[in-house]
């Protein structure tokens, strides 16, 4: 279903697991949020009041292993990235995101749980037009031998991801998704986070990925991959990097409308680039989409990805 007003969840879902990192159990709740709301963070187990966090590019304070974000204080919230990635997939504006440890769940390593916890809670629409950032020219980004690129688009979001290690069952793989809640569903929910076990072996010497396992990761050694019932589909590996870039670039605060590219990247280069646009007020600006024409005597019927026509609505700071 396509929607030309803002949308929330209907009620709340909970899911648990464990913290790809502490190892540790944790709760995460998905419920609804006001109009104009974005995604709220909400911490909670704390000594203390709860603590809010909005999903904004400004919160990000690390993304090394994962999307971290947090505040003055320090850290609220790590791995934000897959429940992102499946509210935005999924064609959410508001939501709030009750977290009651250090770390969103890993689950299994994609965004399956997070979207099946959305279809739980339904969706409801909104009374308030749907907001857009929509891309006005390129921007670009490289860090060593990785470049990342944002383009205008006249047709929705649309993410363009090439990746290349050195392991033979993984390569060079490519992977492109023309972002809408179905084509979220099929193609990239499921991909799962990846790595090696020479890089987990060293992660566990440091005091992470104590959760990590064969449950919740796709684990290669040198010559072959150690998951007994093998890959989702045979490019899993350049698909999951296309679903951590939907939930890293949710952190826009709004839809983007453009298309990404991304050649051997990752986390921290998806916050680059998107900063980088931010940072550039000629680069982009905010539109909103014309509400659908009702048929007198018909329900409402919503036709393309806006809706209808859309319209510039005020200034750039979304965040």
Request: hydrophobic share 45%; net charge negative.
């Amino acid at each position: 279903m396509k929607f030309s007003r803002q949308t929330t969840l209907r009620s709340q879902a909970t899911v648990t697991g464990v913290g790809v990192h502490s190892g540790l159990p944790v709760n995460l709740t998905i419920g609804p949020a006001d109009v104009n709301a974005g995604f709220i963070f909400v911490r909670t187990g704390l000594d203390g009041s709860d603590r809010e966090v909005r999903a904004s590019a400004k919160s990000v304070i690390a993304t090394e292993l994962a999307t971290v974000l947090g505040d003055s204080s320090g850290p609220l919230v790590s791995t934000a990235e897959h429940v992102l990635a499946a509210l935005r997939g999924m064609g959410i504006d508001n939501a709030v995101i009750e977290v009651d440890g250090p770390e969103v769940p890993i689950m299994d390593g994609s965004a399956a749980a997070f979207v099946a916890a959305i279809d739980q809670a339904g969706i409801r629409e909104q009374s308030a037009p749907r907001r857009f950032i929509q891309v006005l020219k390129p921007i670009q980004v490289a860090i060593g031998d990785s470049f990342g690129e944002l383009r205008p688009n006249a047709n929705g979001f649309r993410a363009e991801v090439e990746i290349d290690f050195a392991h033979p069952l993984i390569g060079r793989q490519s992977y492109i998704l023309n972002l809408s809640p179905e084509n979220f569903r099929r193609e990239v929910a499921r991909a799962r986070t990846f790595g090696s076990m020479t890089d987990v072996a060293r992660l566990w010497s440091l005091g992470y990925a104590l959760g990590a396992s064969f449950d919740n990761s796709i684990v290669f050694d040198d010559t072959r991959m150690l998951n007994t019932e093998g890959l989702r589909y045979a490019d899993e590996c350049a698909r999951h990097k296309v679903l951590d870039a939907v939930g890293d670039l949710a952190l826009a605060g709004l839809p983007l409308l453009g298309a990404y590219r991304s050649v051997r990247g990752g986390h921290k280069l998806n916050h680059a680039v998107l900063t980088a646009l931010l940072a550039d007020h000629s680069a982009w600006r905010v539109i909103e989409a014309e509400p659908a024409r009702r048929p007198r005597g018909h329900a409402e019927v919503v036709t393309g990805m806006l809706g209808g026509m859309v319209a510039p609505a005020y200034g750039p700071d979304v965040s």
